[in-house]
Nanobody, 123 residues
Framework: EVQLQAFGGGLVQAGGSLRLSCATS????????IGWFRQAPGKEREGVACITNSDDSTEYADSVKGRFTISSDNGKNTVYLEMNNLKPEDTAVYYCATVWASMCRPARDMDYWGKGTLVTVSS
């Protein structure tokens, strides 16, 4: 059974940092791509960052480039999202999701989702 669990959210002031973790199990980690997505109140879910574990290639939304870094630890089957210089507009529930693919995919193509973790950035 494929499982993903995101954790590490919390309340942080603008300019601060958080690191989210996505612990996974039930699939061959390095054959899947894993993405971080977020959904703010009243808004659609959007992609934030993605990593393809076969070659560690990454993609980022323009809004987070230079501030967020996605990485993976194949030994721990865990993907991380390091978030720096957080802004109030980063406030959202963050989700990790995966699909068996060798490239990053949009939210509609992801097959498995973890429960979200709330990130709140105060101004």
């Amino acid at each position: 059974e494929v499982q993903l669990q995101a954790f590490g959210g919390g309340l942080v002031q603008a300019g601060g940092s958080l690191r989210l973790s996505c612990a996974t199990s039930g699939f061959v980690f390095n054959t899947y791509s894993i993405g971080w997505f977020r959904q703010a109140p009243g808004k659609e879910r959007e992609g934030v960052a993605c990593i393809t574990n076969s070659d560690d290639s990454t993609e980022y939304a323009d809004s987070v480039k230079g501030r967020f870094t996605i990485s993976s630890d194949n030994g721990k089957n865990t993907v991380y999202l390091e978030m720096n210089n957080l802004k109030p507009e980063d406030t959202a529930v963050y989700y990790c999701a995966t699909v068996w693919a060798s490239m990053c995919r949009p939210a509609r193509d992801m097959d498995y989702w973890g429960k979200g973790t709330l990130v709140t950035v105060s101004s």
